[in-house]
C-alpha cells in the first residue's frame, strides 16, 4: 500500500480535496507511485490465488484505478483552470505512461478472465449495480478484442494503429486545405457590409503575408462574416464554393488534401474491424455502448423527426425566399445567399439587443433562482461554505457549496466561474470524487463546474447573456447527476456507465428552465433598476430561438442519416478499393440529401471531405445523439409543464428517484421509462422548437 504520499491530501474520502496542495513539481512522483500501486493491485487481483469475489478481486482494483484516475484528473484539471509551463510539463511528463496503464488495462486477457468469473460471485448476483458495472466492464473487454484468436487480435491491433493514423491524415488534409487557399481583395468597395472587426482582421492577414488591402481565409472567423454580411455576391460565391470544396479532388488548390480516399479506407478498416468481433457492421459496434438499440431504431427516428420538420423547413425556405427576393433582389437564392438572406432576415423579424438582455442577469440573482429552482425541483438545499482557512480551492475565486438534499450532505460543489488568462475555454463540469461505499463509510461526490464569464468590477457584478444562464443550467445539469446519485459502485454512479447517447440528458433538461417565463422571470433583476425581466423582450427572445428551427433541424437529420447509413449499409467494399469506398460513401451522401433536405447544395459541394465529427472525432456512428438527448430532455422537462409549476415538487422528485439517483446502475431507458410511465416521445421537443403540426398552422 502507499502510506504516506504526496496526493493523500487530494485523495481522502470524506475531507474536502487540497487542490491547494498540489504543485506540478509533485506530480511525476506522486503518479508514478500510483500507477506502481495500482499495477500491483492488478498483479495480486488477477493472480489464481485471488478468490473471485467483488470484495477481494474487484473492489481493491476500483480503489487503486481511482486513486490514480482522481489524481491524473486533477493534474488534466489544473492545467485547465491554472495554465503554465510547469502544469503543461507536469502533464507532458507523464501522459504517456498513464495512458499506457489504461489501455494495458483494457487489454488485459488476465482481468477480462477473472470479470468473468466475478459474474457468478455471490457478492455479484445480488447486487444488480455490480451486475451492471461488469456486464459494462466485459462488454468493453470484448469491443476491444479480448476475445480474438491470436491471428485475429494481430490484426484487430494492426486495424486500430492504421484508424488511428488516418483519423490523424483525414485531420491534417482538411487543415492543410483550409490553409491552402485565400482570398485577396483589393478594392475596399467590395467590402460593403463586412463588419469593421471582420476587415480589420483581414487587413492585418494581408499585413501578414506582406500584401495591399483584405485576405479572407476559409477559417471560420475570416469566412463567416463574409457569407453572413458581405452585399457583394461574387465574393460571397467565391469563399462559399472555395470552402465546400476542400479537402477533396476539386479542392482550389488541387487535389493533394483529397480526403475521399482516406474516408473510404476509414470505412473500410472499421467494417473489418466489426467483422472481427463478430458483429454485422460497423454502426452495430459504435451502439453497442449507446442507449438506441440498432441502426434501425436510429434511422426511424431519424426520419420520423424529419417527416414532422418537414413542413415547417419547407415554410422557413419560402419566408426566405420571399424575403430575398421582396426586400433584397434576389429573384434566385444560391446556396451562398442563404446565410447573408436569413441575417438579414433574423436582424429584420426578430432582433433584440443581447447587451438589453443582459443588464436583467446579473450572476448573484441568476445564481440564487438557479439553486431555488433546484430545492424546489429536487429538494436540495445548496450551501455555501465560507470562511474555510485555508481554502482548499486553487484559486480565490472559487466558491465552495455543501449540497443537502433532505437532512443529509450528500456532496460538494466547487464553482469557477470567471474567465482569467490561466484557464481554458468554455465551460465544464469535472468529476473530483465519485460517489461509493467502503464498507460502512460514505465517499461523498464532488462537481467542479468552470465557466468563463467576465469577473465583476469594484461597483458592478457579473451579467450573463441569455447564453451564459443556459450554459450554467446545462453544465449544472451534469453536476446534479453527479451529485444526487444513490448508487453505491463507483463504476456505475452519477454519469460513470451512462450511455454515451443519454449522458447529455439531465444538462439539456435543465436548460428548458431558462426558457420558462415563472422561472427565468424571478431570478431576473435589471443591474441598475432592479427591475425584471419585460414580457415582450422574453417573447421576442422565444421567437428568435426557433428562428429557422426546421431548417436547422433538417440539417442536423440530414448529417444524421447519412453517418448511421455509411456505417450500417456500406459492408461490401473492395478492401482493395479505397477510392471506391469513398465513392460509395458520396452516393449515401446523394441519396440522403434527395430525401431529407429542402435545400439542395451544388454538386461541387464536398461537404463529407469535412465531417471531422466522423471522421477524425469520436462521433460515428453516434452523430445522432445530439437529436436523440435533445427528445429525451424536452420529454422529461414535458412531464413538469403537464403538472404545472406546483407540481414541480413530486416530479422533480420522480425525477431525482428513477433517473439522477439511478446514475448508470441500469439501463437509461427503463429509467426514462420508469419516470414517464412510457418511452420516449419526439412531441415536445417538436412543439419547444414551434415543429409541431399546431405551430405549422398558427404560422
Ligand atoms: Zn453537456
Not at 477559417?219 to 470552402?243: I, N, T
Not at 486553487?394 to 443537502?404: A, G, K, M, Y
Not at 482493395?576 to 429542402?598: H, N
Request: with cysteine.
Amino acid at each position: 500500500m502507499t502510506t504516506s504520499h504526496i496526493f493523500d491530501p487530494l485523495l481522502d474520502p470524506v475531507a474536502l480535496p487540497r487542490y491547494d496542495l498540489l504543485s506540478p513539481e509533485e506530480v511525476s512522483v506522486g503518479i508514478d507511485a500510483l500507477i506502481s500501486h495500482a499495477q500491483a493491485t492488478l498483479e495480486r487481483v488477477v493472480s489464481v490465488n485471488t478468490p473471485a469475489t467483488w470484495q477481494d478481486a474487484m473492489l481493491p482494483l476500483s480503489i487503486a484505478t481511482e486513486r490514480l484516475g482522481r489524481a491524473w484528473s486533477a493534474v488534466g484539471h489544473m492545467g485547465g483552470v491554472m495554465d503554465s509551463p510547469e502544469w503543461r510539463e507536469a502533464t507532458n511528463s507523464r501522459l504517456e505512461a498513464v495512458t499506457h496503464f489504461w489501455s494495458a488495462l483494457a487489454q488485459d486477457i488476465r482481468l477480462f478472465n477473472k470479470m468473468k468469473l466475478l459474474q457468478q460471485a455471490a457478492d455479484v448476483t445480488s447486487h444488480p449495480a455490480r451486475l451492471q458495472a461488469l456486464s459494462n466492464a466485459i462488454r468493453d473487454f470484448r469491443l476491444g478484442g479480448a476475445e480474438l484468436e491470436p491471428h485475429d487480435k494481430e490484426e484487430f491491433v494492426r486495424t486500430a494503429a492504421r484508424l488511428a493514423q488516418l483519423s490523424q491524415t483525414f485531420s491534417e488534409n482538411l487543415l492543410d486545405s483550409t490553409n491552402a487557399t485565400v482570398v485577396h481583395i483589393e478594392d475596399e468597395s467590395r467590402l460593403t457590409g463586412i463588419p469593421a472587426h471582420a476587415r480589420e482582421a483581414a487587413a492585418a492577414e494581408a499585413g501578414r503575408r506582406g500584401l495591399e488591402g483584405f485576405v479572407f481565409t476559409l477559417q471560420q472567423p475570416s469566412l463567416m462574416p463574409v457569407l453572413q454580411m458581405a452585399a457583394d455576391r461574387a465574393l460571397r460565391e467565391d469563399l462559399y464554393a472555395k470552402h465546400a470544396r476542400r479537402a477533396s479532388e476539386l479542392a482550389t488548390e488541387g487535389p493533394q488534401h483529397d480526403n475521399t480516399a482516406v474516408m473510404g479506407e476509414i470505412l473500410l478498416l472499421r467494417q473489418r474491424r466489426a467483422k472481427l468481433l463478430g458483429l454485422s457492421h460497423a454502426a452495430q459496434m459504435s451502439l453497442a455502448s449507446k442507449m438506441a438499440d440498432s441502426p434501425k431504431t436510429v434511422c426511424d427516428f431519424l426520419r420520423e423527426l424529419a417527416k414532422k420538420a418537414r413542413p415547417n423547413a419547407l415554410r422557413d425556405l419560402e419566408e426566405l425566399r420571399d424575403f430575398a427576393r421582396e426586400r433584397l433582389s434576389l429573384p434566385d437564392l444560391q446556396p451562398w445567399d442563404i446565410a447573408f438572406a436569413s441575417e438579414k432576415l433574423r436582424e429584420d423579424r426578430y432582433s433584440f439587443s443581447e447587451d438589453e438582455v443582459r443588464q436583467y442577469f446579473p450572476l448573484p440573482s441568476v445564481l440564487r433562482g438557479l439553486f431555488g429552482l433546484v430545492n424546489r425541483l429536487f429538494d436540495v438545499d445548496i450551501r455555501p461554505m465560507i470562511g474555510l482557512a485555508p481554502s482548499p480551492a486553487w484559486h480565490t475565486d472559487v466558491q465552495i457549496f455543501e449540497v443537502h438534499r433532505g437532512d443529509h450532505l450528500v456532496g460538494h460543489l466547487f464553482l469557477d466561474l470567471y474567465a482569467r488568462s490561466t484557464k481554458r475555454g468554455g465551460a465544464w463540469m469535472d468529476d473530483s470524487r465519485g460517489r461509493r461505499r467502503l464498507g460502512g463509510a460514505l465517499q461523498t461526490p464532488i462537481a467542479l463546474l468552470n465557466c468563463n464569464f467576465a469577473a465583476p468590477t469594484s461597483d458592478k457584478p457579473t451579467t450573463l447573456t441569455h447564453d451564459d444562464v443556459i450554459t450554467l443550467f446545462h453544465e449544472c445539469g451534469h453536476g446534479l447527476h453527479h451529485l444526487l446519485t444513490e448508487v453505491d459502485e463507483l463504476e456505475v454512479s452519477g454519469i460513470n456507465g451512462v450511455e454515451w447517447d443519454a449522458v447529455e440528458l439531465p444538462s439539456q433538461f435543465m436548460e428548458n428552465f431558462c426558457w420558462e417565463w415563472e422561472t427565468l422571470s424571478t431570478m431576473t433583476a435589471h443591474v441598475d433598476s432592479g427591475q425584471p425581466l419585460p414580457h415582450a423582450l422574453f417573447k421576442k427572445m422565444l421567437a428568435a430561438r426557433n428562428f429557422q428551427s426546421g431548417l436547422f433541424m433538417l440539417r442536423q437529420i440530414e448529417f444524421s442519416l447519412f453517418d448511421i447509413r455509411i456505417h450500417e449499409e456500406l459492408t461490401d467494399l473492395e478492401p482493395s478499393g479505397p477510392v471506391e469506398a469513398g465513392a460509395a460513401i458520396m452516393r449515401i451522401l446523394q441519396e440522403v440529401r434527395g430525401e431529407v433536405s429542402v435545400i439542395q447544395p451544388p454538386s461541387f459541394n464536398r461537404f463529407a471531405q469535412s465531417f471531422s465529427h466522423i471522421f477524425a472525432g469520436g462521433y460515428a456512428a453516434g452523430y445522432y445523439s445530439y437529436k436523440w438527448a435533445e427528445v429525451l430532455s424536452a420529454d422529461a422537462y414535458a412531464a413538469f409543464e403537464e403538472a404545472g409549476i406546483d407540481g414541480y415538487g413530486h416530479v422533480g422528485h420522480r425525477f431525482h428517484a428513477e433517473v439522477l439517483s439511478r446514475g448508470g446502475s441500469r439501463p437509461a431507458l427503463d429509467s426514462f421509462v420508469a419516470f414517464r410511465g412510457r418511452k420516449p416521445s419526439m412531441d415536445p421537443l417538436l412543439r419547444h422548437s414551434g415543429l409541431d403540426a399546431d405551430s405549422a398552422k398558427a404560422a
